[in-house]
């Protein structure tokens, strides 16, 4: 019998929903890369509800006890009177989300005597120190693509939202204002505008094909061309360097892992570089932009706004100075944790154990870490320093 913990964040404050907006689902028979959504033998639970607070469970408990393991759900994951450290030194498999992640740090892992697999449901394993998953043999994997679509959806949102000035002109009808001058004297059209990507993965590319509906000029970096036939059908112009395409757009959005390369690469100096009244983007982490620089950005205009789900730290702190700067359009971190999403990476997370409990492979696209080395998709999008300090992180 194994335990296995599963750390999900809260419920809603007025309790687990007991009804939907909708009843059913979109179906989607292949991800745009040609890889196949989850294949799990079966599920316990209705796509389309709340998967990811306590009470969701991920839909996993009927499988799990159907089996004779035990299940502990939680959302306490903070300091070692945590209900997932209570639970860590016998725990076969720990489970968590990047919104809401079990960091399984390398005092963690060396408490869990028992670990045998981490994974993450959603994509994004930085939250787990990879060395130490190596150096105990431990597997970690991810559910990879589950989500990427559900951000790159956020990312258009939030550029339309900024542009068009939504929010204000949202929270005017709710001060019981008509004040069209007050909403329109900062809106302007998407259209004809020059929009870059730093990167143009999964999720960049995603951007950019939406947003070549708008009549948007677009732009990307990456460390790697996109074949010559998609940056034709997209009319994309590449830049060498991400400060060569600052300077051209009028909306930026970073795409990019967070690693120490792209770590505060948005900055006072190089927010210089944008044209005044730039719109900048950023799903990908927090930690690509320095704070300060940010707010100062907006307060002296040469940002007209600021839109994103990552912050540094998470769970914001109450007083963090992007819930109050001017002209943001800031949401928790929740871009990939639409209930679209949580029905893809409950089921893919399905399909991970049942390969683990059966002896079979988990998929090359799921792997992050296994044997004790970096696996499948780990290998190609993580590095690993041998102080463990370089990991690569894509949430
Ligand atoms: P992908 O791995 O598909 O794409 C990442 C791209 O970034 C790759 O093309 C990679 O190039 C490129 N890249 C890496 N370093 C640099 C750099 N220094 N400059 C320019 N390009 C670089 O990842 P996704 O598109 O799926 O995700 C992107 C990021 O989005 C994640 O790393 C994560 O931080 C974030 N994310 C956020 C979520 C949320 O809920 N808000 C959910 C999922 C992801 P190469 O091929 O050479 O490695």
Not at 127 to 133: M, Q, V
Not at 338 to 357: D, H, K, M, P, V
Request: proline share 5%; glycine share 10%; aromatic share 8%.
């Amino acid at each position: 019998m194994a335990k296995i913990v599963l750390v999900l964040y809260d419920d809603p404050v007025d309790g687990y929903p007991t009804s939907y907006a909708r009843d059913d689902l979109p179906k989607i028979e292949r991800y745009s890369d040609g890889q196949t959504l989850p294949t799990p033998k079966a599920i316990d639970f209705q796509p389309g509800t709340l998967l990811g607070s306590v009470s969701g469970e991920l839909g996993l408990r009927p499988y799990l006890e159907g089996l004779g393991h035990e299940l502990i759900v939680t959302s306490s994951k903070e300091g070692t009177d945590s209900v997932l450290d209570q639970h860590l030194h016998d725990a076969e498999i720990v489970i968590s989300q990047p919104f809401w992640p079990a960091y399984m740090t390398k005092e963690r892992i060396a408490k869990a005597k028992n670990l045998k697999i981490i994974v993450t449901a959603g994509i994004g394993s930085d939250h787990t120190d990879l060395d130490a998953a190596n150096a105990h043999n431990i597997t970690v994997a991810e559910v990879t693509f589950c989500n990427s679509i559900s951000v790159a959806e956020h990312v258009v949102m939030m550029i339309l939202g900024l542009v068009r000035n939504y929010i204000p002109s949202y929270q005017w009808v709710m001060k019981g204002g008509w004040n069209i001058a007050d909403c329109v004297s900062r809106s302007y059209d998407v259209e004809g505008m020059h929009v870059g990507t730093v990167a143009a993965g999964r999720i960049g590319l995603a951007v950019l094909k939406r947003l070549k509906l708008f009549d948007m000029h677009l732009h990307y970096t990456d460390r790697h061309r996109l074949p010559e036939s998609v940056e034709k059908e997209l009319g994309l112009t590449w830049h060498a360097k991400r400060e060569d395409m600052y300077g051209v757009c009028d909306v930026v959005t970073l795409n990019c892992p967070l690693h120490p390369e792209t770590e505060g690469m948005i900055n006072d100096e190089t927010l210089k570089l944008f044209k005044r009244g730039a719109y900048l983007v950023n799903t990908a982490r927090g930690k690509l932009a320095v704070t300060d620089s940010i707010v100062r950005a907006l307060e002296s205009g040469q940002l007209a706004g600021y839109a994103g789900d990552v912050w540094y730290p998470q769970p914001a702190p109450q007083g963090h100075p992007w819930r109050t700067m001017p002209h943001h359009g800031m949401t928790p971190h929740i871009s990939g944790t639409s209930l679209s999403a949580q029905a893809r990476y409950a089921a893919g997370t399905r399909e991970i154990l049942e390969c683990y409990f059966e002896g079979r492979p988990i998929r090359d696209e799921y792997l992050i870490v296994q044997g004790g080395k970096l696996a499948g998709v780990g290998a190609r999008s993580y590095s690993v320093s041998d102080s463990g300090k370089e990991k690569m992180a894509k949430i």
